[in-house]
């Protein structure tokens, strides 16, 4: 890899639960995330996809091993400050969408950026509308989130991650509860995004054809990356 | 807004039964805190009000004689107790205590009283009666007399040696009334005619049953006294000092001082009690709102994993989740405690409108309510630190979830 790199691991270890119960769920990853590339994280259930993009989205801290954005690393960091670091750099996706339910569209994607605190209310509104007109829901935004599709809750989702322009997206098995046309929408929604933008987007996926249409495929299995292939040559 | 803040207001507008569950509890525990702290309170200031109003703040009795403990030898067998002091009646150059005393800046005004019980006769009726004899113009000055005329005039009094003025209670027990004829049995048991020219209410069975006020020189010939005074009452800028001053005259003038919290102290616990036992029950049915809005909030923190865990992973810190849960509890007790003292206000007004028909230790034909600010300050005092109990808990307890374990469990 040539590129700026956004987003890199190394060595990272990580177990979880306790006694007999205790899994080694990562055991030495190490990976780097340029700009301006999508990464898919690939491999059976439990093999380790979901433990790696929380240690990486800093929601979990690793055992052992190094994260760092850019050139910082922050793996030590406290836990005030890796919340910051959320808010600034990391957008986060989740298989279930995790909207808040009483809240509208427009208001669910104005959280993040009301803990910025750098836009004014009416900017947030703003900024709100046209991330949302971008994922296509430009007329639901005072649409309480509940009364959303399955489709259009993921929308709100990617269109809340990206609410603060972050560096880096990270999406768990973002089309999972998502049929074929939808699914197909929001990964090229989020791929233009990453290309046109200059984002690094990594999502763990066991969906084959968006695997495929990602520029870097990880294959990992029992908590390791046993294989990484660049898929397109990008300009 | 902060985001909290904002979050907060949101869950709760958003759980409009569990509010209005958390809300009821606290705005109806400060209410009966501070309804029933001003019906306490209000018989309790009555009773002081009128006491004071009657008898002073502060009362210069008999004379004694000082114990020179200092220069005194304790005998062997001695247990060491000290002799008790000796008392004489009456007071001993009352116009100069008085000239020394009015040099304090406590004193407002004071008055000479003779004191001494004789029997009433009026018509048929006959009674045992205390007679105040005092000197008009002070008296007024020093008491609250002049308010509590119900009938009849103060001037008619002060102008006549030979009139009185009689309690009301005592008034109704001799069948009497102004401009009636009321005679009092001397000691050498000659009959001495009175016109009455006032009744006065003093609120306060035990005075307005027994009391006659009658001029200080003719109680003097009446009671057949060589003493001008029995005692001096005082009217205090601070009714508070006056267990301060009480000690200070005693030192000073040789002569048994009281002040009104030592005189009326058996009535004073008596209130005092009635009011910590009702303050406590109260309090009790505002921690039990405080329990009711920790259940609320606990179920809410249940209810709320996955959005806690959404915010954190969207870079809320753990200190952003507890306040969030901290002004729900904020904003409950703050709004409760506004409505709570509104309805205070309303259920005070309403109980001081309720007739009952007292006529022994006080005299009312209303309930006795007090207003005042320091009940709607310890209420709502009380509300925000049960609140803020009941609240800590489970923000505490949102602040430490783990967002990665629900994102996990809910995958």
Same mark, same amino acid.
């Given at each position: 890899?040539?590129?700026?790199?956004?987003?890199?691991?190394?060595?990272?270890?990580?177990?979880?639960?306790?006694?007999?119960?205790?899994?080694?769920?990562?055991?030495?990853?190490?990976?780097?995330?340029?700009?301006?590339?999508?990464?898919?994280?690939?491999?059976?259930?439990?093999?380790?996809?979901?433990?790696?993009?929380?240690?990486?989205?800093?929601?979990?801290?690793?055992?052992?091993?190094?994260?760092?954005?850019?050139?910082?690393?922050?793996?030590?960091?406290?836990?005030?400050?890796?919340?910051?670091?959320?808010?600034?750099?990391?957008?986060?996706?989740?298989?279930?969408?995790?909207?808040?339910?009483?809240?509208?569209?427009?208001?669910?994607?104005?959280?993040?950026?009301?803990?910025?605190?750098?836009?004014?209310?009416?900017?947030?509104?703003?900024?709100?509308?046209?991330?949302?007109?971008?994922?296509?829901?430009?007329?639901?935004?005072?649409?309480?989130?509940?009364?959303?599709?399955?489709?259009?809750?993921?929308?709100?989702?990617?269109?809340?991650?990206?609410?603060?322009?972050?560096?880096?997206?990270?999406?768990?098995?973002?089309?999972?509860?998502?049929?074929?046309?939808?699914?197909?929408?929001?990964?090229?929604?989020?791929?233009?995004?990453?290309?046109?933008?200059?984002?690094?987007?990594?999502?763990?996926?066991?969906?084959?054809?968006?695997?495929?249409?990602?520029?870097?495929?990880?294959?990992?299995?029992?908590?390791?990356?046993?294989?990484?292939?660049?898929?397109?040559?990008?300009? | 807004?902060?985001?909290?803040?904002?979050?907060?207001?949101?869950?709760?507008?958003?759980?409009?039964?569990?509010?209005?569950?958390?809300?009821?509890?606290?705005?109806?525990?400060?209410?009966?805190?501070?309804?029933?702290?001003?019906?306490?309170?209000?018989?309790?200031?009555?009773?002081?009000?009128?006491?004071?109003?009657?008898?002073?703040?502060?009362?210069?009795?008999?004379?004694?004689?000082?114990?020179?403990?200092?220069?005194?030898?304790?005998?062997?067998?001695?247990?060491?107790?000290?002799?008790?002091?000796?008392?004489?009646?009456?007071?001993?150059?009352?116009?100069?205590?008085?000239?020394?005393?009015?040099?304090?800046?406590?004193?407002?005004?004071?008055?000479?009283?003779?004191?001494?019980?004789?029997?009433?006769?009026?018509?048929?009726?006959?009674?045992?009666?205390?007679?105040?004899?005092?000197?008009?113009?002070?008296?007024?000055?020093?008491?609250?007399?002049?308010?509590?005329?119900?009938?009849?005039?103060?001037?008619?009094?002060?102008?006549?040696?030979?009139?009185?003025?009689?309690?009301?209670?005592?008034?109704?027990? =001799?069948?009497? %009334? +102004?401009?009636? $004829? *009321?005679? @009092?049995?001397?000691?050498?048991?000659?009959?001495?005619? /009175?016109? !009455?020219?006032?009744?006065?209410?003093?609120?306060?069975?035990?005075?307005?049953?027994?009391?006659?006020?009658?001029?200080?020189?003719?109680?003097?010939?009446?009671?057949?006294?060589?003493?001008?005074?029995?005692?001096?009452?005082?009217?205090?800028?601070?009714?508070?000092?006056?267990?301060?001053?009480?000690?200070?005259?005693?030192?000073?003038?040789?002569?048994?001082?009281?002040?009104?919290?030592?005189?009326?102290?058996?009535?004073?616990?008596?209130?005092?009690? =009635?009011?910590? %036992? +009702?303050?406590? $029950? *109260?309090? @009790?049915?505002?921690?039990?709102?405080?329990?009711?809005? /920790?259940? !609320?909030?606990?179920?809410?923190?249940?209810?709320?994993?996955?959005?806690?865990?959404?915010?954190?992973?969207?870079?809320?810190?753990?200190?952003?989740?507890?306040?969030?849960?901290?002004?729900?509890?904020?904003?409950?007790?703050?709004?409760?405690?506004?409505?709570?003292?509104?309805?205070?206000?309303?259920?005070?007004?309403?109980?001081?409108?309720?007739?009952?028909?007292?006529?022994?230790?006080?005299?009312?034909?209303?309930?006795?309510?007090?207003?005042?600010?320091?009940?709607?300050?310890?209420?709502?005092?009380?509300? @925000?630190?049960?609140?803020?109990?009941?609240?800590?808990?489970?923000?505490?307890?949102?602040?430490?979830?783990?967002?990665?374990?629900?994102?996990?469990?809910?995958?």
């Amino acid at each position: 890899m040539s590129g700026q790199v956004s987003l890199s691991c190394d060595r990272i270890e990580r177990y979880l639960g306790e006694e007999e119960e205790r899994v080694h769920a990562l055991r030495g990853v190490s990976l780097e995330i340029e700009i301006g590339s999508v990464h898919a994280v690939v491999g059976p259930s439990g093999c380790g996809k979901s433990s790696l993009l929380y240690v990486l989205g800093l929601l979990d801290t690793p055992d052992a091993g190094r994260v760092s954005i850019e050139t910082e690393t922050v793996s030590h960091l406290s836990d005030d400050e890796l919340a910051q670091k959320r808010n600034e750099f990391i957008g986060f996706i989740f298989q279930f969408h995790f909207l808040m339910e009483d809240f509208t569209a427009q208001e669910n994607v104005m959280i993040p950026m009301r803990k910025l605190g750098q836009l004014s209310e009416t900017q947030m509104r703003d900024r709100a509308g046209e991330l949302l007109d971008g994922v296509g829901l430009g007329d639901k935004l005072r649409r309480p989130s509940r009364h959303l599709s399955g489709g259009e809750q993921q929308r709100v989702a990617i269109a809340r991650a990206l609410a603060n322009d972050p560096h880096i997206i990270l999406a768990d098995e973002p089309t999972g509860n998502l049929d074929t046309a939808n699914s197909e929408r929001a990964f090229e929604l989020l791929q233009n995004l990453v290309h046109e933008r200059g984002k690094a987007l990594l999502l763990a996926t066991h969906n084959p054809t968006i695997a495929e249409a990602c520029d870097w495929i990880h294959e990992m299995r029992d908590g390791l990356i046993i294989d990484s292939q660049l898929r397109t040559a990008r300009s | 807004m902060t985001p909290p803040f904002y979050i907060a207001l949101r869950f709760l507008t958003n759980r409009k039964r569990a509010l209005l569950l958390s809300l009821s509890g606290v705005v109806f525990g400060v209410a009966i805190f501070i309804c029933t702290q001003a019906q306490t309170q209000g018989f309790s200031r009555y009773f002081i009000e009128s006491n004071i109003g009657s008898n002073g703040a502060l009362v210069v009795k008999s004379r004694f004689r000082p114990r020179y403990e200092p220069l005194m030898v304790t005998a062997k067998n001695s247990k060491g107790t000290a002799g008790r002091r000796l008392y004489f009646e009456g007071i001993t150059n009352p116009n100069e205590i008085m000239r020394v005393s009015r040099q304090f800046p406590d004193v407002i005004s004071c008055s000479p009283v003779l004191r001494g019980t004789v029997s009433a006769r009026a018509g048929f009726e006959n009674a045992t009666v205390d007679l105040y004899g005092i000197d008009p113009a002070l008296h007024a000055q020093t008491t609250d007399i002049l308010n509590q005329l119900i009938d009849g005039s103060f001037d008619d009094f002060r102008n006549n040696t030979s009139a009185i003025i009689v309690g009301s209670r005592l008034a109704e027990l =001799l069948q009497t %009334s +102004v401009g009636d $004829t *009321v005679q @009092l049995l001397a000691p050498n048991g000659e009959y001495w005619r /009175f016109t !009455v020219a006032a009744i006065a209410r003093a609120g306060i069975g035990s005075i307005d049953s027994t009391r006659i006020y009658s001029h200080a020189r003719v109680a003097q010939a009446l009671l057949q006294q060589p003493s001008g005074a029995s005692m001096i009452i005082y009217k205090l800028r601070d009714r508070d000092r006056a267990p301060i001053l009480a000690s200070r005259f005693e030192t000073l003038f040789q002569h048994d001082a009281l002040s009104w919290q030592e005189r009326e102290e058996s009535t004073l616990q008596l209130f005092l009690t =009635l009011r910590m %036992s +009702v303050a406590i $029950t *109260v309090s @009790l049915i505002i921690l039990l709102a405080g329990f009711g809005i /920790f259940n !609320v909030l606990t179920m809410s923190v249940l209810a709320k994993i996955k959005e806690i865990a959404i915010l954190r992973s969207m870079g809320y810190r753990r200190k952003d989740i507890s306040a969030i849960f901290l002004w729900q509890g904020a904003l409950i007790a703050a709004a409760g405690s506004v409505l709570g003292c509104l309805l205070g206000a309303l259920m005070t007004w309403g109980v001081s409108h309720i007739p009952i028909h007292l006529r022994g230790l006080l005299y009312t034909n209303y309930f006795l309510v007090t207003w005042d600010w320091h009940h709607y300050a310890f209420a709502t005092l009380l509300a @925000l630190v049960a609140v803020f109990i009941a609240s800590y808990v489970p923000a505490r307890r949102a602040a430490e979830l783990a967002p990665v374990a629900t994102i996990r469990g809910s995958r």
